[in-house]
């Protein structure tokens, strides 16, 4: 594999001490009610990261508790947007006053890339101003058709408790897709982050405390999907749960929280694909590609793991990608010139490669990579940079969820199967067109089954540009005013003005 770019250990100096984090609770950091705790390894360099109070049901039903408490009080649901506003602003500057501190965190704890984490880090604080501006301007609706003595208003309220759980691939910027528009609306929580990469929603809970946050506004609670995760999807104090993290797991989350009918809304898996024509833009499109599928070594839910692209431009594809695959840097994820870090644990590389020896099994070819990556100095989980082509659509490596840096590569000759192709999922998250044709790019965005479409670009967000899936990868959206909407409750107010009602019983 010499020809593939391998960036090995560098001097770079790594934490003596591991983070102690705590459960934050009614303002408070606390440790377990049973002293429990839970350590993190670094899945790049090995070494104990963190170190972290794991939750029980005792711990969990103390911050729904807290939360609940501060939300019936009115001491956040019902003071101003502006407000509300100036403490998301706060917390904005406060995360890029401590980027640095969080990213390095962060990259230890995923094996993420320290470049990435940096931007990570600094795009959320993006994420808390959109956040602030929508905490100002939101507003409800007005009736005033319905005659001349009736007024009818509609108002937007705070659903409530919220629960919020969040998965490993991106810890920081996935919280802060939620927190910041759950708490514009006025709601309360109480925060999950994975067992894998607990530590920079810890640090989040220390900015929101100095950024002066009452107490009991945001509880964090660590530990595992069990018991934590599970208590609070169904406490019947909590009125609604966010969730990002697999399909199985938010299909547990839908049945479990369906005894109390509390609201839930889903951030989950895709199977996303890029879909090149023949006349598209050949070098923008492979740029794109080797982007889309090593971007955090593909562990994103957004990973576009397939391509499917047009037979007369397959090989001269196929071949741009395999080319620019070994120039990007896979290795040490403390260098800063790093593109592609760690996977996040051994059983997940064993998944990653069985997806890749099944699909060869089934007659697939692998054109580059398909094995374990070996990077001098670092005793982590490395996968090659992975192109499998001659791949059909009954292949599991073609509809399924791989999760890693492995391109699948389908062909064809028609819109029609184009389309019927890239519907070929229980997912539905995002789906890419690649042609210089207007007509082709709206017709398949018009067509294709997915949350979000990307016309001649990929993975291009925006807070206002709103997120989420159809299908299976999802239900709800994320960001944008929209994300807002899913923690408001809305309600009717019918006001008569005068005594104009016609009385209902009739008098004598
Ligand atoms: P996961 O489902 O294993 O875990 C996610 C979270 O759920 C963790 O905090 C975990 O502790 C918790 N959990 C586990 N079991 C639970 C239970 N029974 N009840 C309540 N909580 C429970 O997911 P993961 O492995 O951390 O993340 C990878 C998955 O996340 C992938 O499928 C990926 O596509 C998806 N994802 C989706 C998006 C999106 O926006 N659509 C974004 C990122 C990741």
């Given at each position: 594999?010499?020809?593939l770019?391998?960036?090995a250990?560098s001097?770079a100096?790594l934490?003596?001490d591991p ?5 934050l609770?009614?303002?408070?950091w606390?440790d377990?009610i049973d002293?429990?705790s839970?350590?993190r ?20 039903d103390?911050?729904?508790?807290s ?5 019936d009080?009115?001491?956040?649901s019902?003071?101003?947007g502006k407000?509300r ?7 904005a500057?406060l ?12 990259t230890?704890e995923s094996g993420?890339?320290?470049?990435q984490s940096r931007a ?5 604080a993006?994420?808390?101003?959109y956040?602030?501006s929508l ?8 009736h005033?058709t319905?005659g ?6 509609v108002?937007?309220?705070?659903i ?5 759980i ?17 708490l ?9 982050p994975s067992?894998?990469?607990?530590s920079t929603t810890?640090?989040?809970g220390?900015?929101l ?5 009452p107490?009991?506004v945001v509880?964090i609670?660590l530990g595992?999907g069990q018991?934590?995760?599970a208590r609070?999807?169904t406490h019947?104090?909590?009125d ?5 993290g697999?399909?199985?797991?938010g299909?547990?989350?839908?049945a479990?929280a ?9 951030e989950l898996?895709g199977?996303n694909?890029?879909v090149?024509?023949?006349d598209?833009?050949?070098d923008q499109?492979?740029?794109a ?8 070594a593909?562990e994103c839910?957004?990973?576009s ?5 047009h037979?007369?431009?397959?090989d ?8 620019l695959s070994?120039?990007?840097t ?5 260098n800063?010139?790093t593109q592609?870090?760690a ?8 998944k990653i490669?069985?997806?890749v020896k099944?699909?060869?099994?089934a ?7 398909g094995?374990?990556l070996?990077?001098?100095g670092?005793e982590?989980?490395f996968?090659?940079p992975t ?9 599991p490596?073609a509809?399924e969820?791989?999760f890693g840096?492995?391109?699948s590569v389908?062909?064809f000759?028609t819109?029609d ?8 999922a229980?997912?539905?998250l ?6 210089q044709?207007?007509?082709t790019c709206l017709?398949?965005s018009?067509?294709?089954?997915a ?7 990929w993975?291009?967000g925006?807070p206002?540009?709103t997120?989420?899936g ?6 709800g959206?994320e ?5 807002l909407?899913e923690?408001l409750e ?5 006001m008569?003005?005068g005594?104009?009602?016609?009385p ?5």
């Amino acid at each position: 594999m010499n020809d593939l770019t391998l960036i090995a250990a560098s001097d770079a100096r790594l934490p003596t001490d591991p983070f102690i984090g705590r459960h934050l609770i009614d303002g408070a950091w606390c440790d377990s009610i049973d002293g429990g705790s839970f350590d993190r390894h670094s899945p790049s360099h090995g070494i104990l990261v963190s170190r972290s109070a794991q939750g029980t049901k005792a711990d969990t039903d103390a911050a729904i508790a807290s939360a609940r408490a501060a939300f019936d009080s009115g001491v956040w649901s019902r003071i101003s947007g502006k407000a509300r506003a100036t403490a998301l602003l706060k917390v904005a500057d406060l995360i890029e006053a401590n980027v640095e501190r969080i990213a390095i965190l962060e990259t230890l704890e995923s094996g993420k890339p320290i470049s990435q984490s940096r931007a990570e880090v600094s795009g959320a604080a993006d994420l808390w101003r959109y956040a602030a501006s929508l905490a100002r301007t939101m507003h409800g609706d007005s009736h005033n058709t319905l005659g001349a003595d009736i007024l009818g208003v509609v108002i937007k309220e705070p659903i409530g408790v919220v629960s919020i759980i969040t998965p490993w691939n991106f810890p920081f910027w996935i919280l802060s897709q939620k927190l910041p528009f759950a708490l514009a609306a006025g709601c309360t929580c109480v925060v999950k982050p994975s067992e894998l990469t607990p530590s920079t929603t810890v640090m989040m809970g220390e900015l929101l405390i100095e950024a002066g946050l009452p107490a009991g506004v945001v509880n964090i609670v660590l530990g595992h999907g069990q018991p934590v995760g599970a208590r609070m999807a169904t406490h019947d104090a909590v009125d609604m749960v966010t969730f990002t993290g697999s399909t199985a797991v938010g299909k547990h989350i839908t049945a479990a929280a369906s005894d109390t009918l509390k609201k839930v809304a889903l951030e989950l898996g895709g199977k996303n694909p890029q879909v090149i024509f023949p006349d598209a833009d050949i070098d923008q499109a492979a740029d794109a590609v080797t982007f889309g599928v090593y971007f955090n070594a593909g562990e994103c839910c957004n990973s576009s793991s397939r391509i499917i692209v047009h037979r007369d431009v397959a090989d001269a594809l196929v071949e741009k990608v395999v080319a620019l695959s070994r120039k990007v840097t896979f290795g040490d994820p403390l260098n800063p010139a790093t593109q592609v870090g760690a996977i996040i644990s051994a059983d997940h590389q064993d998944k990653i490669d069985t997806y890749v020896k099944d699909a060869v099994a089934a007659g697939a070819e692998v054109c580059l990579g398909g094995a374990e990556l070996n990077v001098p100095g670092l005793e982590g989980k490395f996968y090659q940079p992975t192109v499998v082509r001659n791949v059909t659509p009954d292949m599991p490596i073609a509809y399924e969820e791989v999760f890693g840096p492995v391109l699948s590569v389908l062909t064809f000759e028609t819109m029609d199967e184009a389309i019927a192709m890239a519907n070929n999922a229980s997912y539905g998250l995002s789906a890419g067109v690649w042609s210089q044709n207007i007509d082709t790019c709206l017709e398949f965005s018009r067509r294709v089954q997915a949350g979000t479409v990307w016309t001649n670009t990929w993975m291009d967000g925006f807070p206002e540009m709103t997120f989420g899936g159809v299908k299976q990868s999802g239900q709800g959206r994320e960001i944008g005013s929209y994300g807002l909407d899913e923690f408001l409750e809305v309600k009717s107010l019918v006001m008569r003005i005068g005594q104009t009602r016609a009385p209902w019983v009739r008098n004598g």
